[in-house]
């Protein structure tokens, strides 16, 4: 909790004024039963109609009040929670958008997603009940004591009974709901994860008719999490009969005593009905603390995962160098750099090296999982190596801005995310003032004008979440257009032209050379095809580097290349490429 309330502040004019509604309707409330005594006394027993009219608007001038400061205080307490949820779902999302891909694969998306909405809201539903309860019942409970003391003299011991039964009762129960606390959270974002994967895959699932299979793995998932909500439902509904026990024995006995006392003319009858008023007064009041009680440990389990959250800092650091300290220009250097994904037994990548300058085009290729992929994500520092160093335009990575390195670079991932809205919002996704033109040139360089221009809008037609409405090749093709608009020094092909047929593919890379300039490319493939002309290609087995060279040199001294390009072009033309050097 401690961590949360130091990111988020609450309001303290709101919380001042809250507890002064909360303090008027408790003293308004806690007038009546003195109020209906002197009614009793004078009016009733010495037959004043005059005194009864007139106490009886007293009590419902201060039962309006008590109302009327009760809805401000509710007013006013809803408010304080929603801003604070509000401003600490921001604080989330502020903490996750800071995060490198390695903090991300620690949570997973289902948790992150759990702890933003769901955790959240249990805090704000806490806290709420907090402002309005946590501080009125206390406050309730002793004025209510300090008042039947006061008004029922020795019927007041009855007190000192009910009040330890109900508190050690509640007590006992709120420990054994707290156990299932953390137990409930992790069940819930088990099936968080399991349907966020059903929704993802869907496609997937129905081509390999898994549909059963997937429906056993949520209702194993749904299952668990409903039977862990009743062990603990079990548990805390007890609280209810346990207070309503004490509660029913407690009035009794009262009213017994003072029955008697009332007989034996030791106490006024009205003094009696007062103070039944109050101990009830007060046994609501210890009520509504146990039921905040009650949700303190599922609300200090999602506070813990909502402070994992915002305790965890980056293993990527911002640098303080600025883009234009550097010495060159749309260059990338690796220098012995090894790296292995946190928690990993073996490096992916190992003694890395090699240089790409302006102009060059720079290819990757290697077996599936020899770490091509890898090695693209330490350059906009999606992670950072392991050992060795990382140098763009002459400067280490770590050094600049985060935000002024990924400024120089344009990043076509594997996966191709589109965003939901229209084709002009996502092309101009990576420059924010580009326009119409420039939208059309990047289009056509990535050959997705021919079918942009086809849809019915144009650059204005929709684009569903993930772009599910578009194919493959295209939404590979929107995502190559979106990082040409953005213009960069330095572009990362993640196998980008794998959906795309051998003539687009052609096609795609002449437009690119002709357009990029001083831009480097460095590209991942898995196609000899598509990496052919490319001026340096990297051959990699196993996280290491096995060859370097153009196509033809490779043919020559590399045996791992040799045996993936007779694969593809086949056994005749690399004999045939062979003989021609």
Not at 342 to 369: H, K, M, N, Q, Y
Not at 423 to 442: H, P, Q, T
């Amino acid at each position: 909790m401690g961590t949360i309330f130091s990111r988020v502040r609450l309001s303290g004019r709101r919380v001042a004024g809250l507890l002064i509604f909360m303090l008027l309707s408790a003293v308004a409330a806690m007038l009546l039963p003195t109020a209906l005594a002197s009614m009793i006394d004078v009016g009733v027993t010495g037959e004043s109609r005059s005194a009864i009219a007139v106490i009886a608007v007293i009590m419902a001038a201060l039962s309006l009040l008590a109302c009327l400061f009760n809805i401000l205080a509710t007013v006013l307490s809803a408010k304080i929670s929603t801003k604070f949820a509000a401003d600490l779902r921001g604080e989330i999302f502020a903490r996750v958008q800071s995060f490198s891909a390695a903090e991300m694969d620690a949570f997973g998306t289902a948790s992150l997603v759990t702890r933003t909405t769901s955790d959240v809201t249990n805090i704000q539903l806490f806290l709420s009940l907090l402002l309005r309860l946590g501080v009125t019942a206390p406050l309730m409970a002793v004025a209510g004591l300090a008042l039947s003391s006061a008004t029922g003299g020795e019927l007041s011991v009855v007190l000192n009974v009910a009040i330890p039964v109900l508190i050690i009762g509640a007590g006992v129960i709120v420990i054994f709901v707290s156990r299932y606390s953390v137990a409930l959270r992790k069940k819930i974002d088990r099936l968080n994860r399991v349907f966020l994967e059903t929704l993802e895959g869907v496609r997937v699932i129905r081509a390999f008719n898994r549909e059963e299979r997937e429906a056993e793995r949520f209702n194993e998932a749904n299952t668990e999490l409903a039977d862990m909500t009743v062990r603990s439902g079990r548990v805390s509904a007890l609280l209810v009969p346990v207070i309503q026990v004490v509660f029913g024995v407690t009035t009794a006995a009262v009213m017994g005593l003072g029955a008697h006392y009332v007989s034996a003319g030791e106490m006024e009858v009205g003094a009696l009905v007062a103070n039944s008023q109050y101990i009830s007064m007060i046994l609501a009041a210890i009520m509504m603390l146990a039921l905040v009680i009650m949700l303190f440990p599922m609300s200090y389990a999602c506070a813990k995962r909502v402070a994992e959250v915002l305790n965890t800092e980056p293993s990527v650091k911002d640098g303080t160098h600025s883009a234009s300290e550097r010495t060159e220009r749309a260059s990338v250097r690796f220098d012995h750099v090894s790296f292995a994904y946190s928690g990993a037994d073996e490096p992916v990548l190992r003694d890395i090296s090699f240089e790409t300058r302006a102009g060059e085009v720079t290819a990757i290729i290697g077996r599936t999982g020899c770490g091509k992929s890898s090695v693209l994500k330490l350059i906009p520092r999606l992670y950072d190596a392991t050992v060795g160093h990382v140098y763009v335009d002459g400067m280490d990575v770590r050094k600049y801005s985060l935000s002024e390195l990924r400024g120089l670079i344009g990043y076509i991932p594997q996966k191709n995310v589109l965003f939901s809205g229209d084709v002009a919002s996502n092309l101009s996704f990576g420059d924010g003032e580009s326009g119409e033109d420039e939208w059309r040139a990047a289009a056509h360089i990535a050959c997705a004008d021919e079918f942009i221009e086809r849809r019915p809008g144009g650059y204005h037609a929709e684009i569903a979440q993930g772009g599910t409405n578009l194919s493959g090749g295209q939404r590979q093709r929107m995502a190559i257009a979106r990082a040409v608009v953005k213009r960069p020094e330095i572009y990362l092909f993640d196998d980008s032209f794998s959906a795309l047929d051998m003539k687009t593919d052609r096609t795609l890379r002449e437009r690119l050379r002709e357009n990029m300039g001083d831009s480097t490319m460095i590209i991942v493939a898995q196609r000899v095809g598509s990496i052919i002309d490319a001026d340096r290609i990297l051959v990699m087995d196993d996280g290491a580097i096995v060859g370097c060279g153009r196509h033809r040199e490779l043919l020559k001294s590399c045996p791992l290349y040799r045996e993936i390009a007779e694969l593809q072009l086949g056994e005749e033309e690399v004999q045939n490429e062979l003989k021609g050097l």
